[in-house]
């Protein structure tokens, strides 16, 4: 296993030096998944801390009014940043909610100390580095075996969390949900504002969905949000049909906050440990932004626990979908 180089891996969308381990794990974090590639954190990191704060500016307010998504972003680019810090040979510390009086500060990162990085750590990091959305129906013949299942939601409890995979007998009930909240966000011209302006991004802008990333709309087996029109989805669907992919929702013992911060940290460490198990994801967030239909995955947990986010996951394709562009580090941490 090759040394941990996190220039190399980010130096194509660097436009800052990156010094002190906290500055490179800020660095890493750039590649976290974030609704709508909107990626609404901010870092300022000073010699011994690395401050992580959400940047309410980039909240879709329409999609996400009360910001559970966007803090849920967040979580996972503090757990890639610890993921990073680690691999560098670092043990992290980690503070979350610092500061009563500032509700948008939501974590402090520091060192803790020099640690061997294990070969977990590595690889880790790597498939961190590595993983993308796939929105391509999965492949027909192949499913993931019940045990690997099983591994993705033990790093979920690992990470405060929890993961219910669905049964076959619940998936219709996804399903109804799926197509509902389609309807209920399909309806609202605010919405479709944002998912245009999230989908079709000024020149320059290295944030929102492009269109290599999505597919054209082809019966699914649970509907997926519209992104574009089929003409402009440019992801060839491939042959799959969604028949042998899993679905799980993530969820929380509360619905605060700090619920939807760790629900973010166990989000990455599940994709991190997918990714590096040749498993794709690809989250499901629609069901969750609207409340009627969030209240019909919390009875698909018998009301055991709040749902943050849903999720198909299938066997992975030997291709990996284009990577979306990352924000320039200039415009996301200070240094
Ligand atoms: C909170 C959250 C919600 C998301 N919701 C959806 C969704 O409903 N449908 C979808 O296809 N992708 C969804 N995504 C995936 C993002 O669009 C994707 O992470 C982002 O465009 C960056 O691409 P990447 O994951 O390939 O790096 C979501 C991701 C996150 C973190």
Not at 54 to 74: K, Y
């Amino acid at each position: 296993m090759p040394a941990i180089n996190v220039s190399a891996t980010t130096s194509r969308s660097r436009e800052c030096s990156a010094n002190g381990p906290l500055e490179r794990a800020a660095l890493a974090a750039l590649r976290a998944p974030s609704l709508l590639n909107t990626q609404p954190w901010r870092w300022r990191v000073r010699d011994d801390s690395a401050e992580l704060s959400a940047d309410r500016s980039r909240q879709l307010t329409s999609i996400d009014p009360d910001g559970r998504l966007l803090i849920l972003s967040c979580g996972i680019a503090l757990h890639h940043a610890t993921v990073a810090l680690a691999a560098m040979g670092h043990r992290p510390r980690l503070t979350v909610w610092p500061d009563a009086t500032a509700p948008d500060l939501l974590a402090v990162l520091r060192t803790g100390g020099p640690r061997q990085p294990t070969f977990a750590d590595q690889r880790a990091f790597q498939a961190m580095m590595a993983r993308r959305t796939d929105r391509r129906p999965s492949s027909p013949d192949v499913c993931i075996p019940g045990y690997r299942l099983e591994q993705l939601r033990d790093e979920v409890e690992r990470h405060g969390a929890h993961l219910h995979l669905l049964r076959p007998d619940q998936v219709p009930v996804l399903i109804v949900a799926a197509a509902h909240a389609a309807r209920i966000e399909t309806a609202d011209p605010r919405v479709r504002n944002d998912l245009a302006r999230w989908t079709h991004r000024p020149a320059g802008h290295r944030d929102g969905v492009t269109a290599g990333t999505v597919v054209p709309q082809i019966p699914r087996r649970v509907p997926q949000r519209e992104f574009l029109p089929n003409d402009d989805a440019g992801l060839a669907a491939g042959d799959g049909d969604d028949q042998s992919a899993n679905y799980a929702i993530l969820f929380g013992d509360g619905d605060e906050p700090a619920d939807w911060l760790a629900a973010g940290q166990a989000l990455s460490a599940l994709l991190i440990a997918a990714t590096e198990r040749k498993i794709s994801v690809n989250p499901i967030s629609n069901v969750v932004e609207v409340e009627p239909t969030r209240a019909t995955l919390a009875g698909l947990l018998c009301q055991l626990g709040h749902p943050m986010i849903a999720l198909r996951l299938g066997v992975a394709a030997a291709t990996p979908p284009p990577p979306e562009p990352r924000r320039p580090p200039a415009e996301v941490i200070d240094t």
